[in-house]
């Protein structure tokens, strides 16, 4: 079944302890990103990636990191998270417009954070 | 930035009845795209409609986009309870139309009361 997965769905944390969120996809395609969802803010892209070794940042960059060394993980790491960064974060993936016309993303389920 | 805005933030309605939402965006765009989330769910891509598209189809749901206005419906007919969600519209402004930075609106939240 073609999906995107994130892992964990679910995280309470603390403040400054680093923690990883994983994002996987099996359909080959060359776009991901990833988006933190807060009320009343809507949909905010944290990175994106068009493809290996291709990262670049959206609009809310700040204390994240990710990195694409395989065209199927795109991995979001919070070096020093902070309460600021509770949020919903989705992963998203789609194959590559560029050449085939504009694609659709595909959306994990998103994993809940709280930091404390 | 934002530059995509529902209307309305949220409608009721009855089962059977027809729903319409609308999208309004500031910039020029490549194509246009609406997503469906159910509560604490991903999102789910609905239809995609290119600038130089006027109106799509996809079973009961009817997009149209008018790019003199700047503006996109969402129309959904006969709905069901199961349709209970909140419904995206996202505009790709790059020439490529290549989702690398699309933009997103706050969204429509639909009740369908059965």
């Known amino acids: 079944e073609a999906q995107v997965t994130q892992n964990p769905r679910y995280l309470i944390t603390v403040t400054g302890k680093k923690l990883t969120v994983t994002c996987s996809q099996n359909?080959?395609?060359?776009?991901m990103s990833w988006y933190r969802q807060d009320p009343g803010l809507g949909l905010r892209q944290i990175y994106y990636?068009?493809?290996?070794?291709?990262?670049d940042k959206g609009d809310v960059p700040e204390g994240y990191k990710v990195s694409r060394k395989e065209k199927r993980n795109f991995p979001l790491i919070l070096e020093s998270p902070s309460p600021n960064q509770t949020s919903l974060y989705f992963c998203?993936?789609?194959?590559?417009?560029?050449?085939?016309?504009?694609?659709?993303?595909?959306f994990g389920d998103g994993t809940r954070l709280s930091i404390l | 930035s934002q530059q995509g805005e529902e209307d309305p933030q949220a409608l009721s309605i009855q089962e059977g009845e027809n729903a319409t939402m609308n999208c309004s965006y500031k910039t020029s765009i490549n194509n246009l795209q609406w997503y469906r989330q159910n509560s604490g769910r991903g999102l789910v891509h609905l239809i995609l409609i290119r600038s130089n598209e006027r109106e799509k189809h996809s079973g009961r749901l009817r997009v149209t986009l008018d790019t003199s206005k700047k503006s996109s419906s969402l129309l959904i007919t006969a709905s069901r309870a199961a349709d209970t969600a909140s419904y995206f519209c996202a505009t790709d402004p790059s020439n490529a139309g290549n989702n690398r930075k699309l933009i997103w609106g706050l969204g429509t939240s639909l009740a369908v009361n059965p």
């Open positions: 359909m080959n395609h060359e776009y």
């Open positions: 998203a993936s789609s194959l590559s417009g560029t050449d085939r016309g504009p694609q659709p993303q595909h």
């Open positions: 990636s068009m493809n290996v070794e291709v990262t």
